[in-house]
Each structure stands twice: as C-alpha cells, then as structure tokens.
C-alpha cells in the first residue's frame, strides 16, 4: 500500500535558521566526551545521526511525524539521519527542514519549522530525544539549549498530538521505548466513492476508498460467499509475520446452480511483492495445489499491515482485473472474491485484524472512465472443528520463509502498554481457531517457533 519513493530523490536543504549543520566523525566524538557548555554544544550540534549512533532512536519506515493545522506528514528516518517524506520520497537532511517545508505548504507565511519540537519519533518530540542525549554526554550543559526550541511549540499542532500526550501519561513506564508506535501509522484518510470523479493520473493510487453498500447502487449482492474458519486463521496469520504488505490466492468452488461461492482455502505466495522474477514460480506452484485439491482460483487476499482494511484505487483495478479473468472468454459469470486484513491499524477494534470482504462493480456505461465501485461483500463464515495438515504445514513453512525477513514482526515488542505482539497475534487467530484444546496446543507450538526466532 505504501508508495515507492523516487528513483533519484529531491534531497531538501532549506530549513530555515535552525537548519543543523552536518558534523564530522571527529566533532560527534568530540561532543560526547567534552564537559559543560562546550563550543561545540549548540543547539546546532546535535543531529539526528548523533542520535542514531548514540542508540537513541532507531532508523524505520513510518517513524517521523509532524501534525500541523489538522495535516499530518508521515516520515521515515534513514540510516544516515536524514528523513524522507513518505508522500513524495524527497529527501530532508534534518527535522527543521522537513518541517519548514512541510508547515509552508499549510501556511507559506511560515518562516521556520522548530523541527525539534515539531517532530515526533514514535509519538514523542525529538526535543525530548535530545535533552535524553544531554543528561547522559553532557550532565553538566544548559538545558535552556534544548528548551528555548520548545517555546515555539507549535499551538497550532493538531489535537491528535495532544491526545497522543495524554494517552502516553496513562501508559506503564518503561514500555514506551519497547512499544510499537500506533500513532506513526501512514495514515491515510478514506475518501468516499462519489467524490472520486472521472479518473485523474495525478491523484495518488494509494487512495483508499470506502465501501458502499450493493444496496446503496440500487443492487443485490449477485452471489452469495462461504468462508471456512480455517482460510481466516491462516490468512491472518500470514498478515501478521511481517510489517510489509503480503499477498495470497483463495481456493474454492463456485456453484452456479445455488450462486454459492465457497472459499475452503488460502494459498499464500511466500514471495516479495518487489520479486518478480520468483513471482510466476510461485503462483505455478499454487496453481497445482488448487489443481491436486480439485479447487478452482476463487480470489485473492493482501494487506494493509498498518491501515484500514478498505482498497485503494489501485485495489479496486487490481479486483477489477481479477474478476475480469475469472470471467473468462465464454462470458459466463464467476464472482472473484477480495479480502483485505488489516492486522496491526490502531483504529481496530481490540487485538483482532480488520478482515474486509469486497467486490468491485463496474462504472456506469454513460460513465467509462470513472474508477469501479467497491462494494462490500456479506459473507457467511463456517467455523471449521478442526486444523488440517495443509493449513499447519503452511503456517510453519511461513514461519521459515520470513524468520530471516529484515521487517519480521518483533513479537517480544508491545502492540500496547498491556499487550505484546505474541499477545496481538494470539488473541486475533483466537477468532479464527477450534476451540478444542488439542488444537490450541498445536499453535503454542507454531507461537514457540516465531518466538524463537528473536
């Protein structure tokens, strides 16, 4: 869901006057070891990179944030200090330019950015980041070089700042610095169908759309969809071993007699979405299985690790696409089911993952070049008694294709202040999973592996 940053990304200079200059290995040393209100000690000298190499804060997709007159700019921190803008890829050689850049495009009036106290990592301000810095190399400097920034703070930052505030004077200490951040997300803001107009090749693919209703188009729902227990576990499992989007294949029949789609299995692809060339190996591999299985392709699964489980324009081709294959050459009908599962978005309710059924309805015929609708797909779900052979080998041949995955979830890292990511992961297959206790012990052990792995 996230979008690829340039090629040759915009490196951005302009930070206003409290821009900070770029110190050598030599200087950073210097200005560790020094005592008291060194030359070196301004508030200029502390970079992001001193912070990185000091261990403070961690390089990481989506970590920066900046929450201005209701806008929010999403940032990731790279290994070198800079930040890249997540909407556009261009490239910030320090916080106070990022956020002069981004605050002028609200209010071009503005002169400065005050990114130290205008940046969040992870929720908190990266002035806090830096006076944590001081107290450790420099016990004995002025902390009015760190505080005189915070003045500035801006009373224009949004109220989602202020309620992150006062969520994280509620939380256990000690657990902030383990706890995966859930207000860094990539937001992204759902916008509704009929606003979307003819298509435009300016606005951005990973628009999410929200999903009508069949009857809100004047129209039934054509088919009607079965889904085993058993696709939902493995399905959801999948989507939570990794920070990056995933994507899978549903096994099933299609009954014209009844109009009755049953979904009896999940295939993930155990592949990157980058890879191509091992893409048409796998989705090969998963056209035998159907085949030995006697199944037919009935639809395909993807996530949205830290979004909303709705389809983004670019989706909502993609189903259109599908549905069009299924299709086939003869014209006869066959729905192509999509599922999106949205494990770790902070907007779901309690530890399990959103998992949200859709179809795409062609255009108008008067209206050619509008986006399909997507439409939302009621669907009976069959709780299955049992874990077959098929769904537990799956789960561990998982298991062994991302154990050595540079974004593998960190399952002993805090989802929140009461639970960790082991706990999130369990709670949500719970949903999903017999409740015979056999079987419960059969995924402790599956559990023990990904915990293994750290």
Known sequence: MGSEPPSSPQVVEDGGEEDEEELSGGEEADLRSSSGRGSLLTRRGITLR??????????????????????NFIGDLLNDG??????????????????????RLVNPAKKSGCGWASVRYRGQKLVQYKTTWLHKYQPSADM????????????????????ADEKNKNSKPGLNDLMVSRRTDRERIPVRYCTLGTRDAARDPHTLVELSAFSAINRFQPFNVAVSSNVLLLMDFHCHLTTSEVVGYLGGRWDTNTQLLTVLRAFPCRTRLADRDSASAVEEEICQNLFMRGLSLVGWYHSHPRGPALPSLQDIDSQMDHQLRLQGSNNGFQPCLGIICGPYYHGNQGVASTITPFWVVPPPEQRPN???????????????????????????LLVDYYRTAPDIVQFTQYWCPDTTMMDKIKGSLSCHAPKDQAYSQILEHVYSQLMNIH
């Open 144 to 163: 009015s070089l760190v505080s005189e920034e915070d003045d500035d703070e801006d009373e224009e930052e949004g109220k989602t700042a202020v309620q």
């Open 370 to 396: 509008d986006h399909g609708i997507p439409v939302a797909v009621e669907v009976t779900y069959v709780q299955d008694n049992f874990l077959t052979s098929d769904v537990l080998n799956e789960m561990m």
């Open 82 to 103: 800079k930040i890249r803008w997540v909407e556009t890829g261009q490239i910030f050689n320090s916080p106070s330019a990022w956020a002069t850049h981004c605050k």
């Open 50 to 71: 001193v912070l990185l190499k000091d261990g403070l804060v961690e390089p990481g997709d989506g970590v920066l944030a900046i929450h201005y007159l209701g806008k």
